[in-house]
């Protein structure tokens, strides 16, 4: 999972990417610090594959990854070139998700682009630029399907359609993603690689003093992402470089002094993986305990296929366990099989959140 982080000008993000990565991104209080994007890989923290390397002492512990990117900030004409805009925009393309930092925290030792803290007109700024380079984008797709029915082949006549159904909702100033789209039509959509498409993910920084809290401007933020099905995380970049710094007793300690349930990394990963609709399941063993991220409702075959193309291909059956039940019985694959809770699922299986699983196939 690859996700970028984008925004104004000093709002925060490539503090924020530090913090959550660890990766040392320059930070500056200046416009375009960030030229090139920063690239840093984190685990996806979860118990249950720290519970799980407990139980057998294995070899090898895998946790789930993000990928976040940190993209340079944005400004109005960014479709047309501003501020190195083009380059910046296609960044922002080879993402699956959008991580949109906004500011909500005065602090006049470090400066705004426009002079003024307004988060309603900054993520507008920033939607519109995105909008703006997708109808750029439609537009020649657009000239280019018209010209190939010219000759007669009229079979990319519903795919037109949909390209020009989409620039006139983006000529009202609306995001792509807000768009009622066809089922059938949505990998089509996808494959047009427009900005305004992608899910995001909108990141209220807030001073520290807010940070268990929120304030006005992170309320304006959760009002627009709730508009449009979006989600919100509430973070203090400069809380969050301070956890960055201590080790896991250090950090509960903290967060439980300044009243804040969860780092921002943990909101941001929930946040992540709710806006994708992902769950993880999980393998175990002697040798290695791993978490495995797929698509809410994938099968069992499918799922295989993740860990390996031979086990999607000569898959039998999935002897599977809820993490819970496992755990229930006291993380003895033995004692789980003689209550009756390992199961034998087939093709047809939905795998969920939390199961272990472990594969039968012919080679």
Partial sequence: MKLGIVGLPNVGKSTLFNAITKAGAEAANYPFCTIEPNIGVVTVPDERITKLHE??????????TIEFC???????????????????LGHIREVEAIVHVVRCFENENIVHVDGRIDPENDIETINMELILSDMEILERRIAKTKNSMKGGDKSQA??????????????????ARAMDIDE??????????????????????????????????????????????????????????????????????FLADMGIEESGLDKLVKASY????????????????????IKRGTKAPQAA???????????????????????????????????????SE??????????IITFLFNV
């Fill in 184 to 253: 059938e039509d949505e990998d089509f959509v996808k494959s047009l690689g427009l900005l305004s498409y992608k899910p995001i993910i909108y990141v209220a920084n807030v001073s520290e003093d807010d940070a268990a809290t929120g304030n006005e401007y992170s309320e304006k933020v959760k009002k627009i992402a709730e508009a449009e099905g979006s989600e919100t995380v509430v973070i203090c970049a400069g809380i969050e470089a301070e956890l960055a710094e201590m080790d896991e007793e250090e950090r509960k300690e």
């Fill in 158 to 175: 519903h795919d037109l359609a949909v390209m020009e159904a989409i620039y006139a909702h983006l000529g009202e100033g609306k995001n």
């Fill in 70 to 88: 940190d993209i340079a900030g944005l400004v109005k004409g960014a479709s047309k070139g501003e501020g190195l805009g083009n380059k910046f």
């Fill in 305 to 343: 296929g993740k860990i390996h193309t031979d086990f999607e291909r000569g898959f039998i059956r999935a002897e599977t366990i809820a993490y819970t039940n496992f755990i229930e019985a006291g993380g003895s694959m033995a004692a789980a099989r003689e209550k009756g809770l390992l199961r």
């Fill in 55 to 64: 139980i057998y002492n294995s070899k090898k512990t895998i946790y789930a």
């Fill in 274 to 293: 709710s806006l994708l609709d992902l769950i993880s399941f999980l393998t175990a063993g002697e040798d290695e305990c791993r978490a495995w991220t």
């Fill in 346 to 355: 087939g093709k047809e299986y939905v795998v969920k959140d939390g199961d």
